[in-house]
């Protein structure tokens, strides 16, 4: 309920108020500044000092002061009112800061994740696939590592002077896709339906062999461009996805924010009606009502 004021007590309150303008002069005013830095009590224990951390107190100082300039308390309940609102205000800052430090968490340790696969379970995945090969071209960390095999089998080959089946066998091991598609080429390439003699079929072998190797590793160059494009665009969507926190730490920190602007918003109120009534004005009464979260 509102209580009304007599006339007499308004006019007190008018001249009071006349007395208590804050300092007029410009000594008077620079030394004003300072009370924000010297009476901030409770907003100077908000400040986070630890070995990883540590809060800028001038960068604290200087809210403080804005608040004070602009709202210009007077009297020991006005500047804690004020107090108040730094304080609170700072911790919403702090707030922001850790959702987005919490973003960047998510996305930088989801990306590190996906960039450095355990080596020994990816080899694991593709052995188990049925066809270690077929399942290696389905990436560009795959396809990197059968463009190194195949560099290697190509210089075996200049080596033996053409395509043998020790060398499929020692370069690709177990059977699979690639092994035996070599195992044709070098059935057929051993067939000598046109009568040439020894050493011109070996040549022809070699020639053909190679020829055969430079094939594959064109066409795996062109599966990596591709796979590279779209490992790029789902890494994109993922880092999108990952740009909202969980929903155990966002409501975490929204109920962290919500409190925290229940406490500014209140001591604003409750600031303007202090300062209302040393001015001698009317004080309406109040919006809304403050239920205690207290049994």
Sequence with gaps: MN???SPEQLDAN???AQKSTGPKTPEGRTVSKMNALKHGILSKQVLVRGLNINESSRDLNALHERFWQDL????PVEEMLVDQIVTAHWR????LRAESGEIALSVDEGQGKRSRPNPELQA???KISGDTVW???GSTDGIAI???WLHAFRERVEQDGELTEAAIKSMFGEKNSLSETFEKLRLRLSENSDGADAASRREQNKKEALAFIDRELRMLNWKSVYFEKREKAEEDARQSAAVLPSMEVLEKILRYETKLERQMYLAMSQLERVQRMRQGKDVPPPMTM???ERP
């Design 14 to 16: 008018r001249r009071n």
């Design 3 to 5: 209580k009304k004021m």
């Design 124 to 126: 694991m995945a593709w």
């Design 135 to 137: 399942a290696m071209e």
């Design 92 to 95: 919403l800052r702090r707030a």
């Design 72 to 75: 210009n308390p007077v009297g």
């Design 146 to 148: 059968l463009a190194q």
């Design 290 to 292: 403050e239920v205690s």
